[in-house]
């Protein structure tokens, strides 16, 4: 029976003119990243499978690759239960492998804490456009800033990320983990009901009010909650008199503070961004992570009609290591959704050096091949990207291929030019 040639459901294979874009981006993120203060790290891909399943990740934990034990530890006849069974998995995020790591190296780390973080992710999710079972995560994070500064910086740094890459006219929605639980008590929903009520809130994009009100009522919840709730939604505005407005409509279900932050950090934002896009209010904006504790926000683009990147305040999370409490803001981009945006748009990575082929003609004697290798060694020092192949018999396909493939500058090395003299 032949080999599959077709990557397993949901990975994918990666083209050169694809790895170059990544490549690019990788680059670029890292270089953007390090100008704020950002410090690169690195943590394993696998991670104990009990972290995975602190109840931390949301739907996530449905979506972990498990790892068998292994040697003498795996033994199937014995095993009853899952745990026999399984001890790790492939991490599904990079932000609980950060808090593992922060609670284990705290003393060897300045705090606040600025860490930069690029690698490969796996869920087991079903598989669409942008979205795969395999997928590279960018991430920067701010650990032990209890202030909104930690926003700000995640903000400006990611959005002059964004500017760079050319991308224009993104909105960054912005809410409050606090905001939406003041909404729903205002409203009259029991505490214990909170996250059932955020899981339908979330569907507002897809499925409007309308299917809200219907699947909040369905869910047995009063109607006249119900209708408050939703009327609170209709009279907040997505800007900075909407969060004044729910500061005081809100009055004793919310702390002043939190509204008064989201102000600050967008108003701060406003005043001091570089690339060209928009900071909005989003009351609806909810985030699937459980372990969010605070401000939270998502970037918005409308050639993709989705979110590329998102984030927010998990303050527990690395508490849940060292049972301390450690304030903690992250941002992550969808380096996928971007990069596949970019190749369908033609991008062009800019101030790129030029790239040469030298196609050596068959017979060329072995002083040809060696004044032509010196050639090419002196344009690599120049910083070209230089590519030296013998010549195909089919050699306009095969210029053709070259210039999809960005090479500009193509030679035809003839045996009559690179000969030694006398025996041509």
């Given at each position: 029976?032949?080999?599959k040639?077709?990557?397993?459901?949901?990975m994918?294979?990666m083209?050169?003119r694809?790895?170059?874009?990544?490549d690019?981006v990788?680059?670029?993120?890292k270089?953007t990243y390090?100008?704020?203060?950002?410090?690169?790290?690195e943590?394993?891909?696998v991670?104990h499978?009990e972290?995975?399943?602190?109840?931390?990740?949301?739907?996530?934990?449905?979506?972990?690759f498990?790892?068998?034990?292994?040697?003498?530890?795996l033994n199937?006849?014995t095993?009853k239960?899952?745990?026999d069974l399984?001890?790790?998995?492939?991490?599904?995020?990079?932000?609980?492998?950060?808090s593992?790591y922060?609670?284990?190296?705290?003393?060897?780390?300045?705090s606040?804490f600025?860490a930069?973080?690029?690698?490969?992710?796996?869920?087991a999710d079903r598989?669409?456009r942008g979205?795969y079972?395999?997928?590279?995560?960018?991430?920067i994070?701010?650990?032990g800033?209890p202030?909104n500064l930690?926003?700000?910086?995640?903000?400006?740094?990611t959005?002059?990320?964004?500017g760079?890459l050319?991308?224009?006219?993104?909105?960054?929605?912005?809410?409050?983990?606090?905001?939406?639980?003041?909404?729903?008590g205002?409203s009259?929903?029991?505490?214990e009901?909170f996250d059932?009520?955020?899981?339908?809130l979330?569907?507002?994009d897809?499925?409007?009010?309308e299917?809200v009100?219907?699947?909040?009522?369905?869910a047995?919840?009063k109607e006249?909650?119900v209708?408050?709730?939703?009327?609170?939604?209709k009279?907040v505005t997505?800007?900075?008199?909407g969060?004044h407005?729910?500061?005081?409509?809100?009055?004793?279900?919310?702390?002043?503070?939190?509204?008064?932050?989201?102000?600050?950090i967008?108003?701060?934002v406003?005043?001091?961004?570089?690339?060209?896009?928009?900071?909005?209010f989003?009351?609806?904006?909810?985030?699937?992570?459980?372990?969010?504790?605070?401000?939270?926000?998502?970037?918005?683009?409308d050639?993709?009609?989705?979110?590329?990147?998102?984030?927010g305040?998990?303050d527990?999370?690395?508490?849940?290591?060292t049972?301390?409490?450690?304030?903690?803001?992250?941002?992550?981009i969808?380096?996928?959704r971007?990069?596949?945006l970019?190749?369908?748009?033609?991008?062009?990575?800019?101030?790129?050096?030029?790239?040469?082929?030298?196609?050596?003609?068959?017979?060329?004697?072995?002083?040809g091949?060696?004044?032509?290798?010196?050639?090419a060694?002196?344009e690599?020092?120049k910083?070209y990207q230089v590519?030296?192949?013998?010549m195909k018999?089919?050699?306009k396909?095969?210029?053709?291929q070259l210039a999809?493939?960005?090479y500009?500058?193509?030679k035809e090395c003839?045996v009559?030019e690179?000969?030694?003299q006398?025996?041509?």
């Open positions: 029976m032949a080999l040639k077709k990557p397993v459901t949901g994918n294979d083209l050169p694809e790895m170059e874009i990544r690019y990788i680059q670029m993120i270089d390090r100008t704020f203060g950002f410090s690169a790290i943590t394993p891909c991670e499978i972290n995975l399943l602190s109840k931390q990740g949301g739907e996530n934990e449905q979506l972990i498990k790892i068998l034990k292994r040697g003498a530890k199937l006849e095993a239960t899952e745990s399984v001890d790790g998995g492939l991490r599904y995020d990079l932000t609980l492998p950060l593992r922060y609670a284990n190296h705290a003393n060897e780390l300045p606040p600025k930069l973080q690029v690698g490969n992710v796996w869920r598989p669409q979205r079972r395999q997928f590279m995560q960018c991430d994070d701010i650990l800033e202030s930690a926003e700000i910086e995640l903000i400006l740094a959005s002059t990320l964004l760079k050319d991308f224009r006219h993104f909105t960054i929605r912005i809410n409050d983990r606090q905001i939406l639980k003041a909404m729903a205002y009259g929903f029991a505490k009901s059932e009520v955020f899981i339908i979330d569907k507002m897809k499925i409007g009010p299917g009100e219907m699947e909040l009522k369905e047995g919840y006249n909650v209708d408050t709730y939703l009327t609170l939604f009279e997505n800007d900075l008199e969060i407005y729910l500061k005081e409509k809100l009055a004793g279900y919310l702390e002043p503070e939190v509204a008064e932050g989201l102000e600050t967008i108003s701060t406003e005043e001091t961004k570089e690339a060209d896009f928009a900071m909005r989003d009351p609806t904006l909810v985030r699937g992570m459980s372990y969010y504790t605070g401000t939270i926000f998502e970037i918005s683009m050639e993709f009609g989705g979110s590329v990147g998102g984030g305040r998990y527990k999370m690395i508490g849940k290591f049972g301390q409490d450690t304030p903690a803001c992250g941002f992550s969808g380096f996928e971007i990069v596949l970019l190749l369908e748009s033609g991008y062009q990575i800019p101030t790129k050096k030029e790239k040469k082929a030298y196609l050596i003609e068959k017979g060329m004697p072995s002083e091949v060696t004044r032509i290798l010196a050639l060694k002196e690599r020092a910083g590519l030296v192949s013998n018999k089919n050699k396909f095969q210029k053709d999809q493939d960005g500009t500058d193509v003839f009559r690179f000969a030694p006398g025996e041509e």
